[in-house]
């Protein structure tokens, strides 16, 4: 469904990195699944001067994500904390993943570290990427002999 | 792609017949849910990232128990999606509770995006050890 909302034949710098960085990706490690998902899910969306990723992580302390940025380089980082069992208690579903992942996404521009802003509510992780200064495209005016 | 974290409720719907639709035009996604089974009772745990305290339902009636959650979908105004990997949808799922449990005591709580919803077995339930003297 989403799928078809996807710039179809437009460039996608995203998903070429992604390709690159498809290795990189850790996975839940409690996760039965057939098919393996990335986590944490990401939504990138691009704006003018910014770019805001949203990312579904929900339920985890924000002392446990670690966010950092190199260049155009966005790592995230962190862990899920399982439910312990404990005693006289039993399993009859476990579906939710938990254990450490680690993602890293390549901006197609150099970002302003110090003005990034990232907020976490109702289990979304939102971060807001504004473009460097230096990095912002320019208008040269052509004079005339 | 989207569908490899969230379910689709389509999916649960087909394979169970079920014949009513819903009448907003929004997708609907099967929670993950972790339940566990303490001696008091059950406890159990949903994703619903996206989802507040406010927009969560929680019902318990004849033995079902059924977590609805609406979420509504953020306005990302001179943006354009560049790159999409997770849906963003309602939420709904079902489960037969087979336990007797104590209706007035159920607590449900909301916190980043997790329902946590404990079900205290009725006393009535509650495992009896029963002594057994020497005859």
Redesign the interface.
């Known amino acids: ?3 078809t ?3 179809g034949l437009r460039w ?4 070429e990195m ?1 390709r690159l960085e498809s290795e990189m990706g850790s996975l839940f490690s409690g996760l039965n ?1 057939p ?1 393996a ?3 944490p ?8 001067a910014d ?2 990723i949203t990312s ?5 302390d924000l002392a446990d994500i670690d966010l950092s940025l190199t260049g155009d380089t966005l790592t995230i980082k962190g862990s899920r904390k399982p ?1 312990e ?2 005693e ?10 938990s254990g450490s992942f680690y993602r890293t996404i390549q901006l197609p521009f150099t970002v302003d570290g110090s003005k990034v802003e990232a907020d ?5 992780l939102k971060i807001k990427l504004p473009r460097a200064e230096a990095d912002k495209p320019r208008k040269i005016s052509i004079k005339t002999a | 792609m989207t569908t490899e974290n969230k379910e689709l409720e389509r999916t649960k719907e087909a394979a169970e017949n079920v014949v009513t639709e819903r009448t907003k035009n929004t997708v609907t996604y099967i929670p993950n849910v972790d339940i566990l089974e303490t001696g008091e009772g059950l406890v159990i745990l949903a994703d619903l990232p996206g989802a507040g305290e406010d927009d969560v339902n929680v019902t318990l009636e004849n033995n079902v128990l059924s977590i609805e959650a609406r979420v509504s979908k953020e306005t990302m105004e001179g943006y354009k999606p560049a790159h999409m990997e997770y849906g963003i949808g309602d939420y709904s799922r079902a489960f037969t509770i087979n336990e007797t449990i104590d209706g007035s005591r159920i607590e449900a709580k909301m916190k980043d995006g997790v329902l946590r919803i404990v079900l205290p077995k009725a006393e009535s339930a509650k495992p009896k050890t029963i002594p057994i003297q020497k005859g």
């Open positions: 469904m989403l799928r909302m996807r710039p996608d710098p995203w998903r992604e699944r098919r998902a990335k986590f899910p990401m939504n990138v969306f691009a704006g003018e770019v805001v579904e992580i929900p339920g985890i439910q069992l404990g006289g208690q039993a399993w009859h579903r476990r579906e939710r993943g976490y509510t109702k289990g979304i």
